[in-house]
């Protein structure tokens, strides 16, 4: 199998890659329902190269990364290596090498294969992707690097896997913020997309809230009453520095504007908590809401230049959009009395909010048209805090129903809910990143 060279990253991990031969035609994509109708997909363990000094540990943490990552996205079902009719160690990693019907007949749809090196602290990485219908390999990768990229490597693959699903890269270069008071104070914690590697962000001995990325994931800006009051920092995430909005009254909910260092922000100093626009120092740059009423929660859409908030112009709080622009405002939400914290998806087509309803909180989606309402929780607890994976397939919100508020994942079409961490305390206001992080 001929193998080119694509790129060498600057964290030490090069990537050896080729296309698939029928690149460009018709039938190169797989025809996906996802999370309705999941692709049957095996993983066994990677095949470890003779005579090397390669850890079996390591390979075999490998595999089951790779397969635990594939899982999570919702788009697959993973077989049971029980029912492998396959030895990685006597059998090929090559499509010349593999039987494809001992595969078929166990009902896979798509199959990964490994072959694992590891001399000292480098690893070599061989992973292919085969369609079994087809009885053909559709994707190749090898990488080289040191043992602490491993994870790398494989959510790197995984990305190639989904993207010639799809068409999008995926979620596994993303991490996500949330709030936690599992040291006895609200404190902010970041975490990959997987909920692995978990840090904490804030040591205030106070309440934290409401973290927000930057495009770029350099920045975080978050709520704080570290001062005896609600203001807004904004903090680099390279060198820790930080900078407060905190002028008088409140200064609550940040988020940024898409791929600028600027953001949206509720301030009250000037009477009604009203959003405007800021740089990202701090500094005021316009008012962007101003008619009677609570205006809060500003959520950007993709391409900047329409803004969903909450408002209680028209009595109870309610989603609007603003054209920034235009500066005209449309009402989103009819339906249900209490509709807050407004997320808009990757695409732009749809927002997620929380909306009670018969004294419960649930997470909804509609159209950014406002058509197309859907309810995707129910029945288990407060749901709340919507967040969209970088790609759109994924929503993060934290929920009480096992008790304490924890933090859960689901599908875009409420499918596939799941726990995403286990940490003491309590866990809120998850905030998906963009794919920024290398893993």
Not at 324 to 336: A, D, I, K
Not at 390 to 408: C, K
Request: with cysteine.
């Amino acid at each position: 199998m001929l193998f080119v060279v694509v790129a060498v990253l600057a964290f030490g991990l090069s990537v050896v890659s080729n296309a698939p031969a029928q690149s460009g035609s018709e039938d190169y994509y797989i025809t996906v329902s996802p999370f309705l109708q999941k692709i049957p997909l095996a993983v066994p363990h990677f095949k470890i190269a003779a005579g090397s000094e390669s850890d079996a540990e390591n390979a075999r943490a490998a595999a089951d990364l790779l397969a635990g990552s594939l899982e999570f996205t919702g788009y697959f079902k993973l077989l049971d290596r029980a029912a492998f009719l396959y030895n990685p160690q006597s059998s090929g990693v090559l499509a010349a090498e593999l039987n494809f019907q001992n595969w078929s007949v166990i009902g896979t749809e798509l199959l990964t294969t490994g072959y694992f090196e590891q001399t000292g602290d480098t690893v070599r990485l061989e992973l292919r992707l085969f369609d079994i219908v087809k009885a053909q390999r559709v994707l190749g990768k090898r990488y080289t690097g040191p043992v602490g990229n491993i994870r790398s490597m494989i959510h790197r693959f995984c990305s190639e896997v989904v993207f010639y699903l799809t068409g999008s890269k995926g979620f596994f270069q993303s991490k996500i913020a949330f709030v936690s008071n599992g040291s006895g104070s609200k404190e902010i914690y970041t975490c990959d997309f997987d909920g692995r590697n978990l840090a904490r962000l804030t040591y205030h001995e106070s309440i934290s809230l409401s973290p927000a990325w930057s495009s770029d994931g350099r920045w975080l800006a978050y709520t704080s009453y570290k001062a005896g009051k609600p203001d807004i920092y904004i903090r680099n995430l390279l060198s820790g520095e930080e900078t407060a909005v905190a002028r008088k009254g409140i200064n609550i909910t940040p988020d940024w504007v898409p791929g600028k260092f600027e953001l949206a922000a509720t301030l009250s100093y000037s009477g009604d908590q009203e959003i405007y626009l800021l740089t990202g120092k701090g500094k005021v740059i316009k008012k962007l809401t101003g008619k009677l009423g609570i205006d809060l929660s500003p959520a950007w859409s993709p391409d900047g230049t329409k803004l969903a908030f909450v408002s209680s112009r028209s009595g109870n709080p309610q989603i609007y959009i603003l054209d920034v622009g235009s500066g005209n405002v449309q009402r989103l939400t009819y339906e249900g009395g209490y509709n807050t914290q407004p997320s808009w998806s990757p695409r732009g087509d749809k927002i997620a909010y929380s909306s009670r309803t018969d004294g419960r909180f649930n997470i909804f989606v509609i159209g950014a048209d406002g058509q197309n309402m859907m309810q995707l929780t129910a029945e288990a607890g407060d749901n709340e805090s919507p967040s969209w994976s970088p790609d759109g397939s994924l929503i993060a919100f934290h929920s009480t129903r096992e008790g304490p508020s924890r933090l859960y994942v689901m599908t875009a079409l409420g499918t596939d809910q799941r726990r995403l961490l286990r940490l003491n305390g309590e866990q809120t206001n998850p905030k998906w990143s963009s794919n920024t992080f290398n893993n």
